[in-house]
């Protein structure tokens, strides 16, 4: 057996010498050998995969700024198994940068070789894929002053609520109905079942039919709430040119239902809204802001990881607030600090702070400051404001994307679609960041035209809250806090 381990490392040797640095060094023979018989103690194995844990086989590594910096054979491939050996020249602090077909390229600062899983998101393609259909199970009373609605939404993950995207709740897209004889849009999303109602004269209300649409095929968990509102205040505050987000207060969430689908194509799905009845309430105290600021905050129910909304509201600075809860779990808060001027559907509106905690009666929601845009130096770097963190917030990870950015027309209307292309991940907030040159590349992956760079700030509830977990994705899970703003350029 000894001359033919011999044999094998001189094979590998060959194969290393042989080897060109624009290409990633895939593990050597003698690496293959060595863990097949236990010899291997020195270096470290480390994995890539996708958010559902499955290895990426062939992913190219850099470890560093650029090839052979800042030592040699430092661009490496994962194996069949999604698995990469530690190169014996990384002994310091370096950047690592993921990249494979399909996938977002990831950047993780500040790593030491370790036991540690990289995670790579998929790409977000082209697709428009709609899901369309029907909800059913409303109990409507004409003429009683009162309109019965349903809102359709995807339920949001823990990363996506820091992730707040007002669109997301209230579609951009809109259908045309008829009220008097004058044309309305409504989102998309809403839904108003057959009803009769008078506003000095009669209305009669049918928008059957909801749309969602999505960029990408994958499991989605869809909630429809079932809700009311109060015709004549409702219809008062639109004449006096109110936007959509400041009626929320007025809506009154009583139920819904959860589906759970794989969604591959566009898809038909009728949705019953009163397998859940909401009875339970809770009080939330409002923290002092400023008056050109709003606080949206939103009582949460969840179901195996996925969040849902069971009320949302407006509240006034200084002064309580009871939001409607489901009974039977633990409710969670999830409450949003934004600028007033940065609440259209129109605008870039991703700045803002956020604070995610448990729902016990009387929390009072606090948060990190809004953010600056960050400055562009160029497409590889961006400089951040100091950022005052609260006593009893922890520092945690800083996440940046970079992402194509192209605009579509919505019923009349110019919306900003994103691709992300590179994500970036930083243990702790840095003022500068550069991401590290791609080999072959001029631009960030080639892209070219309108790009943003989108920065988020977390907090931790402890100093423990990521202890033996690796950094990415799954710091968003552990983190309370996150302010966040973008600039394009």
């Not at 602090?93 to 500040?110: L, M, S, W």
């Not at 749309?211 to 499991?219: I, K, Q």
Request: glycine share 8%; with cysteine; charged share 20%.
């Amino acid at each position: 057996m000894t001359l033919k381990l011999v044999s094998l490392a001189l094979a590998g040797g060959l194969l290393v010498s042989c080897s060109k640095t624009s290409v990633p060094k895939r593990q050597s023979t003698w690496d293959q050998v060595a863990e097949v018989f236990g010899l291997q103690t020195a270096n470290t194995s480390l994995k890539v995969v996708d958010v559902f844990g499955k290895p990426v086989a062939d992913a190219q590594i850099l470890i560093g700024t650029g090839v052979d910096q800042p030592f040699a054979e430092n661009f490496i491939a994962t194996d069949a198994n999604g698995s990469f050996t530690a190169p014996a020249g990384w002994t310091t602090p370096q950047a690592v940068t993921v990249n494979a077909p399909g996938y977002v390229r990831a950047t993780y600062f500040a790593q030491l070789p370790g036991a540690q899983t990289y995670t790579l998101r998929p790409l977000v393609g082209a697709q428009n894929l709609k899901l369309t259909g029907q909800t059913t199970g409303y109990k409507t009373v004409d003429r009683d002053g009162i309109v019965d609605f349903g809102i359709v939404i995807p339920s949001l993950t823990k990363a996506t609520l820091f992730n707040f995207d007002i669109s997301a709740f209230i579609s951009p897209e809109t259908d045309e109905i008829s009220i008097i004889g004058r044309t309305i849009n409504i989102p998309k999303n809403i839904v108003l079942p057959q009803q009769r109602e008078s506003y000095f004269f009669p209305i009669e209300f049918n928008k059957p039919n909801y749309a969602l649409n999505f960029r990408s095929p994958g499991e989605r968990m869809i909630y429809v709430a079932r809700g009311t509102f109060p015709l004549d205040d409702v219809v008062n505050e639109v004449r006096n040119g109110k936007e959509f987000y400041e009626l929320t207060n007025y809506l009154s969430i009583k139920g819904g239902a959860l589906r759970k689908l794989d969604l591959q194509g566009d898809t038909a799905l009728n949705l019953p809204v009163n397998e859940l009845n909401y009875t339970g309430s809770r009080q939330v105290m409002a923290p002092a802001f400023k008056n050109d600021e709003v606080v949206l905050t939103a009582a949460l129910a969840e179901w195996k990881g996925w969040f849902y909304p069971t009320d949302v509201k407006i509240l006034d600075a200084g002064k309580a607030r009871n939001l409607t809860i489901a009974t039977g779990g633990t409710p969670s808060l999830i409450s949003i600090l934004k600028r007033k001027d940065e609440m259209s559907l129109t605008q870039n509106t991703d700045r803002l702070s956020a604070h995610f905690a448990t729902f016990d009666n009387g929390v009072t929601p606090n948060f990190l400051p809004l953010m600056e845009k960050p400055k562009v130096t160029n497409a590889y770097a961006f400089d951040i404001a100091a950022v005052a963190k609260p006593a009893h917030v922890f520092e945690g990870a800083q996440f940046a994307v970079l992402s194509k950015v192209t605009q579509i027309q919505v019923a009349g209307k110019k919306l900003d679609v994103l691709e992300n292309i590179w994500e970036v991940f930083s243990p702790n907030w840095m003022p500068a960041t550069q991401i590290p040159q791609w080999p072959g590349e001029n631009t960030p992956n080639g892209a070219a035209g309108k790009m943003r760079w989108e920065v988020t700030l977390t907090g931790l509830p402890s100093e423990n809250s990521v202890q033996n977990v690796d950094l990415g994705p799954k710091w968003l899970d552990a983190a309370s806090h996150a302010t966040r703003a973008s600039q394009d350029f």
